[in-house]
């Protein structure tokens, strides 16, 4: 029987956290969210030397105030999990800093390890560091370590199980904040331990610490006791009062700077600076990379080339997908007998997850780029060179990290873009970001631009995508600006952020990302999707055209079909039902390309027939000349063709038309009409609510049934290229439409989460306002200035 | 650690030939040591879990695009602030040469 050890990874953010918590877990790691809040808690299990080790990552703080999320979360696990461990991971290139929440997880007192990683960057920077000083000096062992290159992770676990076996206590450390401070401390203390409130979990000088810090959640508990909480409030404000006197500085400051004393007093002692390196390597990139005018140049440029990679790169697997699931279908239609399982089957299940799933190289491609951009360190500098325009509209640099998660480069998601936003601190500038992030491009909304753009832009597409990119940043920004200086006035909060140095990312690092966040997708193309496409194609079949309507139709075809047999020059060549049939059959193979002389050598003028009706359809009637006595009959065989597939069409449409989305659509019509969305495209915009990537299959499956003829018809693209309502305004129009209007199922319950219904539903109806003025705006001004006129 | 600070305003102390001024009227590459920081509450505890206290060596590494926020050096990273927020921040600068006080530019 093994033993078990839980202990807990806290650090810096870009203090290698995740590559350490990735050397030590591998792919055994497993993500949830911390019990009643929205935090994403990772956590593995590893076996070493008869111990089974579950490892819990905590968020990346600089500190433990009550001030985030975050930081709340990782000190509530520390004091109500108790793991056996803490492992700090810290960046031995920037020790000082690193140490400051280490340093608060000894006045917390739980047991502690510091791991100190990049070691290697450190020396690189002539930075070295006596880890045996350090671990003598700080109370605490140390390990030094690299955990890209995999260097250390052994010695840290055999560390781990050895600190395990002794199974410390929790001891805080004393540190003296001066006199003042800490003559305050030892009141509180004694006022806590007398109180009905004490609690043996939390050590009590800290939680005076916390008092005099100012701390909300731990007042908060204190305050349950009302004579507590004023005998506390008392002895707060008098130390206030008398530092601020004394040295014009809070409490609170006067702490953070006696933490740093003492950091100060220790790092001193045990770092070694060889030479006075005042640039180093990521500093020079910075000379270029956020000058004042290279930066915003190359930020341009190198998310021009994010794009124009990703479509080169991701064009041969997306045909391959597009191929497979062709393959899929022809094999289901041929499997299957006609009827409703193969309908439900080839329109619903198929057609529905294969238009998702046809774009995951795209998806792939786009997060691989974004992770690129997080691991490499240079998202900061977008941020950073972005907060005074983003600030004019009222968000704050950090938005931008939501912003682009979204879909600020083509390609995130709004989900975990609306999870970003919790690095904002103050809430009108989180639920202002909240509102916007639905207008970003985010990867569902790119098979739709995708598609249209091929079949109405397919000349342009970068420039196109960029136009997109573009233009919802306008949006969201604009809408921002409008939200903030409406609802949502209120001053703006510090930017006060790390430019973390430049780092090539591992490859593991990028894999593990995009893995996490294609998987996502793919799960919601499993789930959700899968679901609405059965729904959404119950909604397109039923009811069903009615008995008498259908033979209506029928009597047409009949009618059209004998018309043909008895006109003049078919007769002799063509007898009877049964030829006509048989020549059916062969235009078809020819269609396909097959081989006719063996399959039906025994008709030779059935075949002629076909042949040349085969040659001349698409051709204009004055080049149709007659060469042989064939040639005629093709002519009329051609002609009744088109009426079969008119009749086909007015059937499907009515079909779909009677059905409940029918419904729906026609009667969204008075709405839409102005921006001339026909009922299909509206089915699609409401099947578009589950997830937009919907949009396209639902466009697939109106168009397809609605289609004359399923195999010619094609791809949608195609499809809509060949469709006289449809042109590249419209096509415009749609785009737009698709990239304001409202935010998915998912997201909407997101939103939620992160505010409360109010702003969710409040989220539709803005959006919904907000994309059909615009679209509006396109599609009226485009019409008066003559464009997609076709 | 002292906390030789008179409660009359810093920004007008003159240490011997050295001159405190705040961190926004720093100019490119310039370099001094922080003597006080007067923000309070959440942006006090901000900028100073990033290190920045009094006795910190600090060097104004650049301004973004629109000379708003500056990047630091500060304690072997780079750290950004909004102008406003290093208005807060009282820098004892190793002045080499007569220091110019640029223009207030930005915001009023």
Redesign the interface.
């Known amino acids: 029987m093994n033993k078990k050890i839980t202990i807990a990874l806290s650090g810096n953010p870009n203090a290698g956290k995740t590559t350490v918590f990735n050397a030590i877990t591998g792919a055994r790691q497993h993500i949830a969210n911390y019990p009643g809040v929205t935090v994403e808690k990772k956590y593995g299990v590893v076996h070493h030397r008869d111990y089974d080790i579950e490892v819990v990552d905590l968020p990346g703080t600089?500190?433990l105030?009550a001030?985030s999320l975050e930081e709340i979360v990782a000190r509530n696990f520390i004091v109500n999990e108790r793991p056996g461990l803490v492992v700090d991971i810290v960046d031995a290139?920037?020790?000082?800093?690193n140490l400051?929440l280490a340093v608060q997880l000894k006045e917390l007192g739980v047991p502690l390890l510091v791991a100190l990683n990049m070691t290697d960057v450190a020396e690189s920077?002539g930075?070295t560091i006596d880890a045996d000083a350090l671990s003598e000096q700080f109370g605490v062992p140390v390990v030094p370590m690299v955990a890209r290159s995999n260097r250390g992770i052994r010695e840290l676990l055999d560390k781990i199980v050895e600190v395990a076996q002794e199974s410390p206590e929790w001891r805080m450390a004393s540190i003296s904040y001066g006199m003042d401070i800490d003559r305050a401390l030892d009141d509180i203390s004694s006022i806590i331990e007398k109180s009905s409130v004490f609690d043996p979990k939390y050590p009590t000088r800290w939680r005076a610490l916390k008092c005099l810090e100012g701390d909300s959640q731990i007042i908060g508990l204190l305050q349950r006791d009302p004579e507590l909480g004023k005998a506390i409030e008392s002895r707060c404000e008098a130390i206030y009062k008398h530092t601020m006197?004394?040295?014009?500085?809070?409490p609170?400051?006067v702490i953070?700077?006696?933490r740093?004393?003492y950091i100060?007093a220790i790092t001193k002692q045990v770092v070694k600076r060889k030479i006075e390196s005042?640039l180093n390597v990521?500093?020079k990139m910075?000379?270029v990379l956020?000058?004042?005018?290279m930066?915003?140049v190359v930020m341009v440029g190198i998310l021009y080339g994010l794009y124009a990679f990703t479509f080169w790169a991701s064009e041969a697997p997306i045909t391959w997908f597009e191929t497979f699931f062709d393959v899929l279908k022809a094999g289901v239609t041929s499997a299957l007998p006609e009827g409703m399982l193969q309908s439900l089957i080839v329109s619903g299940v198929i057609d529905g997850v294969g238009g998702v799933l046809g774009f995951v190289p795209l998806i792939v491609l786009m997060f691989f780029c974004i992770a690129l951009m997080e691991d490499s360190g240079y998202m900061a500098r977008v941020a950073?060179?972005l907060?005074?325009?983003l600030?004019w509209f009222g968000l704050h640099?950090n938005s931008v990290m939501a912003l682009v998660i979204s879909g600020g480069i083509s390609g995130g998601c709004a989900v975990p873009g609306v999870m970003a936003t919790r690095v904002l601190?103050d809430p009108k500038e989180r639920i202002t970001t909240l509102l916007v992030i639905p207008f970003m491009n985010c990867g569902a909304k790119l098979p739709v631009y995708a598609m249209l753009i091929a079949a109405f832009f397919a000349r342009d597409r970068a420039r196109m995508m960029f136009l997109l990119t573009l233009l919802s940043w306008g949006f969201a920004l604009l809408a921002a600006k409008f939200i903030r200086s409406t609802i949502l006035r209120g001053p703006?909060?510090?930017?006060?952020?790390?430019?973390?140095?430049y780092r090539a990312p591992t490859l593991k690092g990028l894999l593990i990302h995009t893995w996490e966040r294609t998987w996502e997708y793919i799960k919601k193309a499993g789930t959700i999707i899968l679901a609405f496409s059965v729904v959404l194609w119950a909604l397109m079949t039923f009811p069903v055209l009615s008995e008498d309507k259908k033979a209506a139709f029928e009597q047409d075809r009949i009618r059209a079909r004998q018309a043909f047999l008895a006109s003049p020059r078919v007769t002799g060549v063509i007898e009877g039902e049964a030829q006509l049939t048989a020549l059916d059959r062969i235009y078809h193979t020819l269609e396909q390309k097959e081989d006719i002389q063996r399959v039906e050598s025994d008709k030779t003028d059935l075949v002629r027939v076909a042949q040349a009706a085969h040659r001349m359809k698409g051709m204009e009637p004055q080049e149709k000349e007659v060469r042989n006595p064939y040639e005629p009959v093709a002519v009329r065989y051609l002609e009744l063709r088109d009426r079969m597939d008119r009749i086909q069409g007015r059937a499907q449409q009515a079909a779909l038309k009677g059905t409940i989305a029918g419904r729906m659509g026609q009667w969204l019509e008075i709405i839409t009409g102005p921006l001339g969305f026909e009922y299909r495209t509206n089915i699609a915009l409401v099947g578009g609510f589950a997830a937009k990537e919907v949009v396209v299959s639902t466009l697939g499956t109106a168009y397809s049934l609605g289609a004359s003829d399923v195999e010619e018809a094609g791809s949608i693209s195609k499809r809509l290229q060949q469709d006289p309502n449809w042109n590249p305004l419209q096509a415009f129009t749609l785009i737009v439409f698709t990239m304001l209007y409202v935010p998915c199922i998912a997201t909407v319950i997101c939103i939620r989460r992160e505010s409360s219904w109010r702003w969710a539903l409040f989220s539709i109806g803005f959006n919904l306002m907000v994309a059909y003025g615009v679209s509006l705006l396109i599609r009226q001004g485009g019409l008066i200035l003559g464009l997609g006129v076709s | 650690m002292s906390y030789g600070c008179t409660p009359v305003s810093i920004k007008e102390q003159v240490f011997a030939m050295k001159k405190v001024i705040p961190m926004r009227e720093m100019r490119k590459n310039q370099e001094g040591t922080i003597k006080r920081v007067s923000a309070t509450g959440e942006m006090g505890r901000r900028i100073r879990e990033m290190g920045l206290v009094p006795n910190t060596h600090v060097q104004v590494q650049g301004h973004a695009p629109l000379k708003d926020p500056v990047a630091i050096k500060v304690r072997d990273f780079v750290l950004t602030l909004r102008n406003n927020e290093a208005s807060s921040i009282y820098v004892e600068v190793d002045a080499v040469e007569p220091i110019k006080v640029q223009g207030q530019d930005q915001e009023a």
Not at chain 1, 245 to 250: A, D, I, P, R, Y
Not at chain 1, 290 to 293: D, E, V
């Open positions: 600089y500190s105030t001030y290139s920037n020790l000082d800093r400051y920077r930075i006197n004394t040295m014009e500085e809070e609170e400051g953070a700077d006696h740093y004393g100060t005042r990521s500093d910075d000379k956020t000058n004042r005018i930066g915003p950073y060179m907060d005074r325009v600030r640099g601190k703006k909060t510090p930017f006060v952020m790390e430019l973390p140095p």
